[in-house]
């Protein structure tokens, strides 16, 4: 049964030297996977335009385009967005392996490479009941380095991908977008679980509707194609990260980032020249690599208490010392694997650090949807186990940024906190 299983699985193994095709396929042998041997970059971009594979192997040193160019322009087809990556390479240097992690690979074997450990990779990426607890990074770099054991990102859902031409079609401008609509609401009405989200979020007094959405197709022509499709990459991200030991904690996380969104989406509408759906899918993303990480490491719950009692030391700091990564990291190499606007994973990626932001002169838009995260976090830090210094630390940074003084911000802090409660306490619960 496994080996029929395998079948279906397609591996495409990017490198130019035949002695490792020789070599992989040996190793792969009894998987009985379907072995795709491409030579140059320039031939797999035009077979990835054509099918997607379940794995890639990739390596960095090939003629023509390189391994790392044709990581990057993966990145821009969203029907591969998920697709996991293993790069393999002699050159292993700490410059090499990061900007390959950060462009999206999940992970990165050195050549000569060690075939045992090969095979693991693989055979843990492909097959379903593969633990958990093998599934995180080992790149060849030392182990003080935060991307050593960076957990794999999950594979973007069936949903998300057959909604992906249309966004592609916006991209490129292509007008007729419209008429695809009866398509589109077709397609999300067949997950009944996302639709019935959707309609919970866009009526949600938090968020902001002008009008009540009863249909998809309503709540389609009201907000337009890209804001439901950023709110169903929101809605996914809970399904996409969960785990039998941790879940009654990662529940209790992902109801906090739906609040947090919301609370973000209501912000946007009083004080930020921010677009609310755009607040919404921040305030849901922005601490997503928590889950991811909480998913990987059991002792990641005690270290958000940890954090949270710990006023003198970042929160990241604490993770980098007990995990060897932290979840800005995880929630910026995860949303760009799901396709999130370069805006939002620069927000994700620095949002504990406002020196670097600084330093970067970041847009007034980064600055924005990073001071309403951290007084969203600061408006509920009462109503969840982790509360958040990070207001109070960079309060006058934050007030510069949202453009309001100390008054208009305790006012807005206290309408706010009420409309938390006449809404969360009438039992409204968004996943």
């Known amino acids: 049964m496994n080996n ?90 700490k410059k ?28 843990s990426l492909l097959t379903d009941a593969e633990p958990i607890e093998k599934k995180v990074i080992t790149a060849p770099i030392p182990k003080s380095s935060t991307y050593s054991t960076l957990p794999l990102i999950p594979i973007i859902p069936e949903l998300l ?57 309503e709540v389609l022509e009201s907000i337009g194609f890209i804001n439901i499709y950023e709110l169903i990459t929101s809605i996914s991200l809970r399904n ?22 919301l609370v973000l989406a209501y912000l946007a509408t009083r004080i930020a020249n921010v677009d609310k759906n755009i607040a919404f899918h921040f305030g849901i993303f922005h601490d997503s690599g928590r889950a991811l990480m909480m998913r990987h490491f059991a002792s990641h719950v005690e270290t958000l208490r940890l954090s949270s009692i710990t006023f003198d030391k970042n929160v990241t700091t604490i993770e980098d010392s007990r995990h060897y990564c932290n979840h800005a990291q995880c929630g910026a190499i995860l949303a760009i694997a799901w396709g999130v606007s370069d805006t939002i994973v620069t927000a994700i990626r620095y949002h504990h650090h406002m020196d670097i932001i600084k330093e970067h002169h970041a847009s007034d838009l980064i600055l924005s949807l990073i001071a309403m995260a951290n007084l969203a976090e600061y408006i509920e830090s009462n ?10 630390k960079y309060k006058e940074e934050y007030l ?32």
């Open 4 to 93: 029929l299983k395998n079948l279906q699985k397609t591996i495409f193994v990017i490198d130019d030297d035949m002695f490792q095709h020789k070599i992989i396929k040996h190793l792969l042998k009894d998987d009985k996977y379907n072995l795709v041997f491409i030579s140059n970059g320039t031939e797999a971009l035009t077979m990835l335009l054509k099918e997607r594979p379940d794995l890639v192997l990739l390596d960095i040193n090939m003629p023509g385009i390189d391994g790392l160019e044709v990581l990057q322009r993966i990145k821009q087809y969203r029907h591969l967005s998920g697709m996991p990556i293993i790069m393999i390479s002699g050159m292993c240097e």
């Open 96 to 123: 090499i392996v990061m900007q390959s992690m950060s462009h999206g690979a999940v992970d990165f074997v050195a050549k000569p490479f060690n075939n045992d450990l090969l095979l693991q990779k693989i055979r």
């Open 161 to 217: 991908r057959n909604l992906s031409i249309f966004f592609d079609m916006i991209e490129k401008g292509d007008v007729s977008i419209e008429s695809h609509h009866p398509e589109i609401v077709r397609l999300i009405e067949l997950d009944t679980e996302t639709s019935s989200v959707i309609l919970k979020i866009i009526n949600s007094p938090l968020y902001g509707a002008n009008q009540v959405a009863h249909t998809i197709s």
């Open 240 to 261: 996409a990260i969960t785990s039998d030991k941790q879940q009654a904690e990662l529940d209790v996380f992902w109801e906090k980032s739906a609040r947090t969104g």
């Open 383 to 392: 109503n969840s186990y982790l509360s958040d210094n990070q207001w109070t």
């Open 400 to 431: 510069l940024s949202l453009k309001i003084n100390d008054q208009q911000a305790t006012d807005l802090i206290t309408e706010t906190k009420q409309m938390l409660v006449n809404e969360f306490n009438n039992n409204y619960c968004i996943f």
